[in-house]
């Protein structure tokens, strides 16, 4: 296939446009939501994009074969800290507890800049081959990985910038927000790294005052918010709600995205009313994590070869509800590798793939590819260029095998093409040979 390169001209015709990734529909579609398509490149740059005849293009035009394009990824909920440590500290048992010990014991032993610098990187090599193009990461913050991990974040971020947008936001527990002094240095340190301010929220009995401390931080230093909730199938936990009667309480304004919200699912059904109502007139994004929560919630040990106790229920949780109302909703990678989550590898569509049969992102498709694109994009607070595709906008998208949803989420389609500013990309998946070092001492 040939290169575009910089003020060069070129046409990729006859290939198939999602609906979803369009500002308007100009051609006709079909019951999957793709319209057939001739995309114009020119200086890097979209320069058209216009309804195809479907008849074989002109000689200086590309003949695509009705192939799927998508835009560049957006992963809105990662932990680009944790990733690969699982072969130096693997979850004992599968759970959430002994994800918690594992990456503890990890974290005190092992996180040192060189070692969270080299294990980020080698997952962003990861995440830009397979086409991601704006990602944010939660950052261990309490003391005193923040005095380490957000100095590499930020010089991480400087030697990505151009290839993949990255955003942070410190992960602390919500009770740790009670160290009044220590947390003013903690919003400082964000808010001078232009981070978010993050925490993982439980039901503790002084929740609600300590979410009024974050709230009042966050709007003190003009930050925008992100939290971990519910992630448990506990019905008693409803800090889903009590963070959006606390955006009502302190009147915030900015962008808010919530990760999990497990429990959700479990809770009565005048509950889960009551709280997406709330949900529904706030800020408010919510991001599923199907992969990870997938593995993590209801398993129930012991586990034996043969024998143990089956799952009961998928751990994802209300977007069908939640996007009815109105709800910006995502789905992000999480976890890879890690006591939280054995596998992954930051592939978008292995995420998107997943949560369509997860979560039944289907029949009929509709909108549900927005969760890894625009959607996400918002969350993130990004600008319109990313997650969409629009003439003027960079040329930044994928190019796949796959001409409908079933060809395309049937295979792992590892011979996409990833097109950054109209040039197709050189990158390959590292190899997992480049991290041996980090886990000599282990083995």
């Known amino acids: 296939m040939a290169e575009n390169a910089a003020g060069e001209t070129s046409t990729l015709a006859r290939v198939r446009l999602h609906e979803s990734t369009l500002v308007r529909k100009i051609a006709a579609h079909d019951c999957d939501g793709f319209g057939l398509y001739d995309l114009a490149i020119d200086a890097g740059r979209i320069a058209a994009i216009t309804p195809s005849t479907g008849e074989l293009p002109a000689v200086d035009e590309q003949d695509m074969g009705g192939r799927i394009i998508l835009p560049a990824f957006v992963d809105c909920h990662t932990h680009l800290d944790k990733g690969h440590i699982w072969p130096r500290r693997p979850n004992p048992d599968g759970t959430f507890d002994g994800a918690l ?12 800049a060189g070692d969270v610098d080299a294990r980020m990187n080698f ?28 100095p590499v974040f930020e010089a991480v971020r400087e030697r990505w910038a151009g290839r993949i947008d990255l955003q942070a936001s410190c992960l602390i527990g919500i009770e740790q927000v009670r160290e009044t002094d220590w947390y003013a240095t903690l919003v400082a340190r964000v808010k001078a790294a232009g981070g978010i301010l993050g925490t993982v929220t439980y039901m503790v009995p002084d929740v609600e005052e300590l979410l009024d ?20 199938g506990d019905t008693a936990a409803v800090t889903l709600r009590l963070i959006a009667e606390a955006a009502a309480r302190n009147r915030f304004e900015k962008p808010i995205l919530i990760g999990h919200c497990c429990a959700l699912a479990r809770q009565p059904d005048d509950e889960v009313r009551r709280t997406l109502d709330l949900v529904a007139g706030s800020t408010i994004s919510v991001v599923s994590l199907p992969m990870c ?35 910006n909703v995502c789905v992000a990678s999480d976890n890879t590798r890690d006591p939280f989550y054995a596998y992954g590898d ?20 509709g909108n549900w590819p927005k969760t890894v694109f625009a959607n996400a994009a918002r969350a993130m607070s990004l600008d319109g260029s990313h997650g969409m595709l629009r003439a003027g906008d960079p040329a930044d998208f994928i190019l796949f095998k796959g001409r409908s949803w079933t060809e395309l989420l049937s295979r792992p389609e590892s011979d996409r093409v990833v097109y950054r500013d109209g040039k197709a990309i050189a990158a390959r998946l590292p190899d997992y040979a480049e991290l041996d070092h980090l886990m000599e001492h282990t083995s």
Request: charged share 25%.
């Open 346 to 365: 930051l592939d978008m569509l292995e995420v998107y793939r997943m949560a369509t049969r997860i979560i039944h992102f289907d029949h009929p498709v």
């Open 101 to 112: 010990a594992s990456v503890s014991e990890d974290r005190a032993a092992f996180w040192t």
């Open 123 to 150: 997952s962003l090599k990861c995440a830009y081959a397979y086409g991601t193009k704006a990602i944010r990461t939660h950052l261990d913050s309490a003391f005193p990985q923040e005095t380490i991990s957000w």
């Open 293 to 327: 929560n997938l593995y993590l919630q209801d398993r129930r040990p012991p586990h034996r070869v043969n024998g143990g106790t089956t799952p009961r229920w998928r751990g994802v949780t209300l977007l069908h509800e939640m996007a009815a109302r109105g709800v």
């Open 213 to 232: 401390r974050v709230f009042a931080a966050a709007i003190d230093n003009d930050l925008e918010l992100d939290f971990h909730a519910d992630e448990t």
